[in-house]
């Protein structure tokens, strides 16, 4: 995979009058790892979905160079893996069908081996053919991340990564951050003290 730089410049978020951040600027390269933290309402979640192209910035920029181009936000999504507590899977589907259908949605071929090799990695080899409806949080989380890997993204935005996880769901998450770290870069965006220890550079925001 080749080589992958994010730039962010002047950064700030705004709703209404109210400025969520400003002035933020940093440069994270391929096998880095940014950790986002601050109190609830400081903007981490906001700063998640500017770099994902989610939401616009008020100010600023963001730029991903990737393949000698560079790549704004809004057209960035082939490079990007998305986790979040609120990214919606549907229940009344397997978690096989789940895949299979964001697969699609992505113009992906992902074989039934590709996918039994992922749930594998997850800590779900096994349950692909059990529906949402009677998996766990924890369980629903770690099918989050095979969402975001489908695609092997160079990019990996993590809101909250170990929320409704218990020890070995939180250990699966320290694999896929130890794979990413080799394949691109890695965002997190955290209020637990715990998860600190991913950094290797730290934005604090709300100081």
């Known amino acids: 995979m080749m080589d992958i730089r994010l730039i962010a410049h002047d950064l700030a978020a705004s709703y209404g009058a109210r400025t969520v ?15 986002v933290s601050g109190a609830n309402g ?3 979640s906001t700063f998640l979905r ?13 730029v991903y160079h990737y393949a000698d181009r560079d790549w704004l936000p809004r057209d960035a999504c082939p490079l990007i893996g998305w986790v979040a507590p609120d990214l919606a899977l549907y229940r009344e589907l ?12 992505r113009r992906l071929h992902l074989s039934d081996a590709d996918i039994n090799d992922l749930l ?5 080899g096994g349950r692909g053919d059990d529906r949402l409806s009677a998996y766990s949080s924890g369980m629903a989380q770690r099918l989050r991340y095979a969402y975001a890997l489908i695609h092997r993204p160079p990019v990996l935005l993590l809101d909250e990564p170990t929320v409704t996880l218990d020890v ?3 250990e699966v998450v320290d694999q896929v951050i130890a794979r990413q770290r080799r394949d691109g870069i890695v965002v997190v965006a955290t ?13 604090e925001l709300g100081r």
């Open 50 to 62: 500017l770099l994902a192209g989610l939401q616009q910035a008020t100010a600023g920029s963001v």
């Open 120 to 124: 594998e990695q997850l800590g779900l």
């Open 21 to 35: 951040f400003s002035g933020v600027s940093l440069e994270i390269c391929h096998g880095e790892v940014l950790v």
């Open 191 to 203: 209020n637990d003290p715990r998860e600190l220890r991913y950094a290797d550079l730290l934005l």
């Open 168 to 170: 070995r769901g939180a």
């Open 94 to 105: 397997t978690a096989r069908e789940n895949l299979r259908f964001f697969a699609e949605v």
């Open 42 to 44: 400081s903007g981490k």
